[in-house]
């Protein structure tokens, strides 16, 4: 950061504008960011690529079939049979739900089971403008009409209204249980790391101003420039702003703790802290911002979407941990780190201390060190085979059995799989005959179901009922034969929809996604890491560790989805956005640990050094680590398995970086390898000062100043 400006903000009058100018700024953002929540889109339109066939029967069916509509299959069971009062129940209930909030007046039904056990009754409901937050009370009242006076009847509520209804009810908790979650870990952790009862406040606070400036920077983005925002992106939002945001708040904090032992006045000491950390913070923001970003490369629009609403936060995150908190920090003087003071003229310890002993340690056979350590990841690594990332059944979507998930289960016993979520076809309207008649013949389709629901300027909209499960790989495989079935209808132009195919799409455009994004995000690091170290060989270096790290999370993150939590798979988009936090997060903790070997490698050489650096950074890089790793695994109190998965994957990731990766394989390869992985910079020619393993060299004097 350029001395003019860490010198301003740290000045002993400026501080107090820059305070209330912040306040002001995070009251204003605040205000913004509560409004959040009202322009989420979670319909399946805001998750799907544009081009997609599902998604163009969805945009080209609205005539017919409202998108915001959702149907709900209301299910009465008699395993004795039904009886005439039970019939007649159901046709009352279907006229009491017409008069239900939010339901449409046509409603479907009731319609007899074959096996004679059962019936339906299918309501539809249409979203307004709070769209699916509206949906847990709607099916609440559904099922207070349904179960009334039931005298037996077995009574639930399936289709995509109930899945709708729980998945609203699962995400409910990201604004409240998540952020709690994640906020009481980070608590425990300020005060672990500082063990003090004051100044662990103070990064909390600029923390959570990072979390609410940044929701109102993305209401912003989302009104002015019409940025999706969902629940999920919504949720990562909150984590990773806050995570990250503590991260570069630890290591100012850590900085600034040493230059306090270097000047007697705090203002000149933050000055210097902030010109010799900023840089390092500022690039490894920017390094997260970037690859961020790259996912606006996605087809998936929640994922494209995902890129700017994170990003957006992590530019929050910068800007209050590169401003505010300094200003507070100077404000309050050096007596917030009771009772742990930094004096001047206080030793320093960075060769010293644990991280110290560690890089010694390393240092007494740094190649053999690195390769057993590669080795070991390489060995994790191959868990990856045991990951199943072709997408999930509804059922298999949350981490509780849900509501819906079981009606559904007790409907496929009594009616076709597919009732209440039927393939959508769209067509030119001359051609509604021949098309429906190849759409009837397909295999996996029940033929009866089959009719054209309405036709106008000029296209026919038809629909029919799959024999399968809705979500099951049977259905998936009957929506390709429907496609090309009627795609071969000369001159129809016909498209296939409905739930089953947005999901089948939603799973080829996550695949496609993964092949294209994955190696724009490593050109892009590898970029920002040469122009900031100024070489090529060390940014090679720390890319592959930092890749050898995600392989060896998503390993161990396989093996534990499978055997210990029993999941069955994993989302199709889930290996793209680990891989996305991984390399981004794991880059940061190498910018961190070797800008810092840089700057000390120009005094003392590449080995010495690399053990300058890891002394000096070891214990608050760690910290960091445990702060962000925390933060992510709150992802866990939210019962959807693909943020469950997320977050305990990214979580075991940022560990293995800071604990392993960076503290002793990169440290290993820096004594290994010396001068030369900063070639073909001038650094490379710099001779090395030998290490002694002993110790007896610590930090004595500036050799080769």
């Given amino acids: 950061m350029n001395r003019q400006i860490a010198g301003w903000i740290a000045h002993r009058w400026a501080k107090w504008v820059t305070l209330v100018v912040s306040l002001i700024f995070i009251a204003v953002m605040a205000i913004l960011g509560f409004k959040l929540t009202s322009i989420q889109e979670n319909d399946i339109g805001s998750w799907l690529p544009g081009d997609a066939e599902s998604t163009q029967v969805i945009n080209k069916s609205e005539a017919f079939s409202d998108p915001n509509s959702a149907p709900a299959v209301v299910l009465y069971v008699r395993d004795s049979g039904i009886t005439p009062a039970d019939l007649a129940k159901a046709k009352a209930d279907a006229a009491a739900f017409a008069d239900v909030k939010l339901v449409d007046k046509d409603v479907v039904g009731p319609i007899p089971s074959k096996d004679g056990k059962a019936l339906q009754v299918i309501p539809t409901i249409t979203m307004d403008e709070d769209g699916w937050d509206k949906l847990p009370d709607a099916v609440k009242d559904i099922r207070k009409v349904a179960e009334k006076d039931s005298n037996g009847l077995d009574v639930k509520i399936a289709g995509p209204a109930a899945l709708g209804a729980d998945q609203a009810k699962a995400f409910a908790g990201i604004d409240g249980i998540l952020l709690f979650s994640a906020l009481g870990v980070v608590v425990i952790l300020l005060l672990l790391t500082y063990r003090s009862p004051v100044l662990w406040l103070i990064p909390l606070l600029c923390g959570v101003a990072s979390v609410l400036t940044a929701q109102g920077f993305v209401y912003l983005l989302a009104k002015g420039f019409g940025l999706t925002v969902n629940g999920q992106s919504a949720a990562i939002l909150s984590i990773l702003t806050l995570g990250a945001g503590i991260d570069y708040a630890l290591l100012l904090v850590a900085r600034y703790r040493e230059e306090l032992r270097h000047y007697s006045d705090r203002h000149e000491a933050m000055a210097h802290a902030l010109h010799r950390a900023g840089p390092a913070i500022i690039a490894s923001g920017a390094t997260v911002i970037i690859g961020l970003l790259c996912l606006m490369f996605a087809q998936m629009n929640s ?73 070991i990841l390489g060995g994790f690594s191959l868990g990856i085979f045991q990951l199943d990332a072709n997408g999930m059944s509804n059922a298999d979507s949350f981490t509780k059995t849900q509501p819906s998930i079981t009606a559904d289960k007790e409907l496929a016993k009594h009616f076709d799989g597919g009732a209440g979520s039927p393939v959508a076809v769209i067509t030119k309207a001359d051609h509604a005959d021949a098309v429906k008649t190849a759409f009837a013949s397909v295999d996996g389709i029940d033929p009866a179901s089959v009719e054209v629901k309405g036709t106008g300027k000029g296209v026919a909209y038809l629909e029919g009922t799959l024999t399968s499960a809705p979500d099951s790989t049977q259905a998936f495989d009957t929506v390709d034969r429907v496609r090309d079935a009627v795609h071969k209808v000369p001159g129809a132009d016909a498209l296939v929809g409905g739930n089953t195919a947005v999901n089948k799409d939603v799973q080829s455009a996550s695949a496609a996604d993964n092949k294209l994004i994955i190696p724009i995000v490593l050109v892009a690091v590898f970029l920002i890491l040469a122009l900031l170290l100024r070489a090529l060989t060390a940014p090679l270096i720390l890319l592959g560790t930092v890749v050898l790290s995600f392989g060896a999370a998503l390993g161990i993150g396989a093996l534990v989805f499978r055997h210990v939590f029993d999941f069955a798979g994993a989302d199709s988009s889930f290996p793209l956005f680990a891989f996305v936090f991984l390399v981004a997060l794991g880059i940061d903790y190498n910018i961190f640990l070797m800008t810092r070997v840089r700057e000390e490698s120009l005094r003392h050489g590449t080995r010495r050094g690399a053990l300058i650096g890891l002394g000096a950074t070891g214990g608050v890089i760690t910290s960091a680590g445990l702060v962000l790793a925390g933060t992510f695994a709150a992802l866990g109190s939210i019962p959807i398995v693909f943020l469950a998965e997320l977050g305990f994957t990214v979580a075991v990731g940022v560990l293995l970086d800071t604990i392993i990766v960076r503290s002793v394989l990169v440290t290993a390869l820096n004594l290994d390898i010396g001068r030369h992985i900063w070639w073909p910079s001038k650094l490379a020619h710099k001779e090395d000062v030998p290490v002694s393993p002993a110790g007896d060299d610590v930090i004595k004097s500036p050799v080769g100043a």
């Fill in 303 to 375: 994922t494209s979407s995902l890129g700017p609403v994170t990003a957006a936060g992590i530019v929050m995150a910068l800007l209050m941990m590169m401003v505010l908190l300094p200003a507070l920090l100077v404000i309050f003087g050096r007596w917030v780190f009771w009772p742990f003071i930094p004096h001047f003229g206080d030793p320093e310890r960075n060769e010293s201390g644990i991280w110290g002993r560690v890089g010694r340690g390393i240092s007494k056979k740094p190649r053999f060190v690195w390769i057993v350590t590669a080795m």
